[in-house]
């Protein structure tokens, strides 16, 4: 329970503590006048039939709370025998109906018991005072003498007793104890005023037959007033049935309008219930009583976004940051919504909530920049509780804050966005909010993933300050990508041609993965048909359903990501890697028959991507496209195979000898150390054209892959050792296909040798012999421009004698 509640609950209970205290020691007073009167007790009889009358008692409707009949007997009571019997008989009737109501809150008994007796006890002093006469029983009097004194008896009687009904009504409910006592006791007030007025009659008129001969007489009278009384009060409550069904159903309506722009909102799913829950919350503990304010609130809550309705899907649901005029599109949805709505006559000031839900406290906000108090109310306890719900659920361009980091943010905007009362009023209630929300749970997606609550920007990244050498170089590497996609044959395979883009983005972007996306109708799904990178071989079976994650969103809106969060493609198959991915770049693969596909680039850095990079991406994307629909189709058709038609990313003999140039070409050339794969096949041109896809697929992007001749491959592996030789080959022969022999068996087709510095050797040719030295055949076939130098024995210089 909260500080409001709990506070709220702790005067109730000191009210109904106090009421029951006065009432006991009217009590007292009472029985000890009673007992110095002593016998005889001629109202005893009375007392009988007002307990027996107490037992037909008329519902309040919409209140916990009931009246009685039995007030004209107290009444004759008090006026015949005077003040101690009506007290007396008052309190046992309250304990009657707290016993026949089966009342088993204490609370509730004792009040039941107690106020009557309280208010009975003044009643009566008011009375005797102002008619200057006893009790009947003792003298006569006339209607002159008593007639106004008790109209003041009734009065008194009927305000206390009300009063101290509607006041723990009103302190147990945290309502307002006038609107309660005007709305349904006002009304009762003639009961009490027609059972004094039947009383006075009655006891200044009684003949000889004595009080219970003219309590029957007057008998039908009262059963006619309570049957017309009852009557009345059933259609009251009639009326406040029907009108609680018609207010039901017209909230059903308006819920049905809001979950139509929850369906709309991918992002936020659930999130209009939640603040809904929330205001009302947070109004309760700010104090808001008034019913037409929160049956505002509860509607608007509920409406508050539905001028997203307006806004196109892809700014709606987009998984990065909105551009300028993205954003400024995007805010119309708040006086949007507001016109839309202000066409229904609503009963509750809904419309302006609506409108003004974005307005900051300092005049910052939108549509209309008020400021402070001249935002509704419900706006300001509607913003307060869409910004939390907002940082604590899931977005696709950052993951969900945890509930200490999102209170920090509201709390950080406290005074300038928010209320200032608001914000602490809502602090207070935090906890409880978050006991009770709604919320999906949080997707293992996300689970290791740290966000950042403001956007960094990584100094020397502008555009204007980046160095003009750095652009020319760019430049000049996109029109080299350009030229080599246009110079890739129609047999161009897909490995080869999304390798050949892979070399080219991973230099132009701050990227360490690569992957194109192929959009795969027949499963609504975008699917890895290429990985390149970091961490390749452990998304290539990932898949995204078209419109989700980043990939997907880019795949169905056809519009380019910058810097949204790779945890929303990548999920947790990537957790525990170091460095995690941290950012995104993704651009759709635009073709003339639709987009065929995405190529995302995935970076450890946060923030890593330049807009000037993605600009870049997107002026080649559509050769791109071109290239990639096409190896796509030769894919679908049989024709590709996986198999690559030409591989221009391999270099030729003239390439490799250009590289090496002179013989003592150092290996620190090529960084610490240096490893030199070689390998010739003796088997037919498909195991050779099987062996090139498994070499593209085993190696790095960093590593050089050379083609000396038709049937022989060598691969220049910068800071590799002899592990990373044998990984390499491990993964060459699990790639071969099942009717090739893999390597390093006698029988495979495929010859491999493997040498790394320093132990084979300083120079690079002096690896390379090594290398080929272990291919196991006397024919060199690989990259020297002359005779190779004599035979090394395998092991000689210290590396493993690896033969294949």
Same mark, same amino acid.
């Not at 049957?227 to 309506?253: I, P, Q």
């Not at 049956?295 to 998984?319: C, S, T, V």
């Not at 998304?539 to 980043?550: A, E, K, S, Y």
């Given at each position: ?113 107690? !106020? ?86 009655? %006891? ?28 009345? /009060? ?40 939640? %603040? ?36 196109? !899907? ?15 599109? /995007? ?8 016109? /839309? ?31 402070? !108090? ?11 509780? =869409? ?16 509930? +200490? ?28 909010? #978050?006991?009770?929300?709604? *919320? #999906?749970?949080?997707? #293992? ?66 990227? @360490? ?22 961490? +390749? ?54 073709? @003339? ?18 807009? #000037?990079?993605?600009?870049?991406? +997107? ?16 894919? !679908? ?46 088997? *037919? ?33 910068? =800071? ?6 044998? /990984? ?51 024919? @060199?076939? %690989? ?22």
């Amino acid at each position: 329970m909260t500080e409001a509640p709990r506070r709220r609950s702790g005067l109730h209970r000191a009210y109904v503590a106090t009421v029951f205290v006065l009432g006991l020691a009217a009590l007292v007073n009472a029985l000890h006048t009673l007992q110095v009167a002593g016998p005889p007790y001629h109202w005893v009889g009375l007392a009988l039939v007002t307990l027996a009358t107490g037992i037909f008692t008329i519902k309040v409707p919409a209140l916990n709370a009931v009246l009685s009949i039995s007030e004209t007997f107290v009444f004759i009571t008090l006026l015949m025998f005077g003040s101690a019997p009506a007290v007396v008989i008052v309190a046992l009737d309250g304990l009657t109906i707290s016993l026949i109501r089966r009342r088993r809150d204490v609370r509730h008994a004792a009040f039941n018991f107690a !106020e009557p007796t309280l208010s009975v006890w003044v009643a009566s002093r008011v009375y005797f005072a102002l008619a200057g006469v006893g009790p009947l029983s003792q003298g006569p009097a006339t209607i002159a003498q008593i007639g106004l004194p008790a109209l003041a008896l009734c009065a008194v009687y009927f305000l206390m007793n009300s009063g101290l009904n509607a006041l723990a009504m009103a302190s147990e409910s945290g309502s307002s104890p006038f609107p309660l006592w005007r709305k349904y006791f006002l009304s009762v007030s003639l009961n009490y005023f027609g059972g004094v007025s039947i009383a006075v009659l009655l %006891v200044v008129n009684m003949g000889s037959g004595g009080v219970l001969s003219s309590v029957l007489a007057i008998a039908p009278l009262i059963i006619v007033s309570y049957v017309t009384f009852k009557a009345s /009060m059933g259609r009251l409550e009639d009326e406040n049935r029907h009108l609680g069904e018609v207010n039901r159903l017209y909230l059903k309506v308006v819920e049905t309008l809001a979950m139509a722009v929850d369906a709309k909102d991918q992002v936020t799913h659930g999130h209009i219930r939640r %603040v809904q829950t929330f205001a009302l919350r947070l109004a309760n503990a700010i104090g808001v009583t008034d019913a037409i304010q929160l049956r505002a609130i509860e509607a608007a809550a509920l409406l508050h976004d539905m001028g997203k309705l307006a806004i196109p !899907e892809h700014i709606l649901n987009k998984p990065g940051k909105l551009t300028d005029d993205e954003y400024e599109r /995007m805010k119309l949805h708040a006086p949007l919504g507001a016109d /839309m709505l202000s066409a229904v006559d609503f009963p509750y000031p809904v419309v302006p909530i609506v409108r003004h839900h974005h307005e900051n406290w300092d005049g910052t906000g939108y549509p209309d920049k008020l400021r402070g !108090e001249a935002i509704p109310i419900g706006a300001r306890i509607l913003s307060v509780v =869409d910004c939390y719900d907002a940082l604590r659920s899931h977005r696709p361009y950052r993951r969900a804050l945890s509930p +200490e980091q999102a209170t920090a943010i509201v709390r950080e905007w406290r005074g300038t966005m928010y209320d200032p009362v608001v914000v602490d009023a809502f602090e207070t209630i935090r906890a409880e909010i #978050e006991a009770a929300t709604v *919320d #999906e749970p949080l997707p #293992e997606v996300l689970d290791r993933f740290t966000y950042a609550a403001r956007e960094v920007r990584r100094p020397g990244h502008d555009a204007d300050t980046l160095p003009l050498e750095l652009r020319l170089s760019a430049t000049d590497m996109l029109l080299r990508l350009y030229e080599h996609l246009s110079a890739l044959g129609p047999e161009a395979g897909l490995e080869v041609t999304c390798e050949a883009v892979s070399r080219y983005l991973l230099r132009l972007a701050p990227a @360490s993965l690569v992957l194109f996306y192929r959009r795969d109708e027949a499963t609504d799904q975008v699917a890895v048909a290429y990985a390149s990178g970091f961490c +390749e071989a452990l998304v290539q079976d990932l898949r995204i359903p078209l419109g989700h994650g980043v990939s997907g969103w880019v795949a169905v809106n056809g519009r380019s990501v910058i810097n949204a969060d790779s945890a929303l493609d990548l999920g947790p198959r990537l957790d525990g890697i170091d460095p995690p991915f941290r950012s995104v770049l993704s651009v759709p693969l635009l073709h @003339s028959r639709g987009t065929v596909g995405v190529v995302t680039l995935y970076a450890s850095q946060p923030q890593a991507f330049r807009e #000037e990079q993605r600009q870049a991406i +997107e002026l080649v994307s559509g050769a791109v496209a071109e290239a990639f629909a096409r190896a796509l189709q030769l894919r !679908e058709t049989g024709v590709d195979s996986g198999l690559p038609g030409r591989v221009p990313s391999v270099s030729n003999r003239h390439a490799l000898d250009g590289l090496l140039g002179k013989d003592t070409r150092s290996v620190g050339e090529f960084g610490r150390s240096l490893g030199v794969l070689c390998i010739r096949n003796e088997g *037919d041109a498909s195991v050779m054209a099987h062996a090139t896809t498994a070499v593209s697929q085993a190696t790095r992007i960093a590593d050089l892959i050379f083609r000396p001749s038709d049937d022989s491959l060598v691969v220049l592996m910068p =800071d590799s050792d002899a592990s990373a030789g044998q /990984m390499v080959v491990d993964r060459i022969a699990s790639v071969m296909p099942p009717d090739v022999v893999p390597p390093p068996s006698p029988s495979s087709p495929l010859r491999i040798g493997f040498a790394c510095s320093p132990n084979d050797g300083d120079s690079v040719r002096q690896l390379l012999q090594a290398a080929q030295e272990r291919l196991g055949s006397a024919q @060199s076939g %690989v990259g020297a421009s002359e005779p190779a130098a004599a035979a090394v024995t395998p092991g000689s210089q210290g590396g493993p004698p690896w033969r294949a």
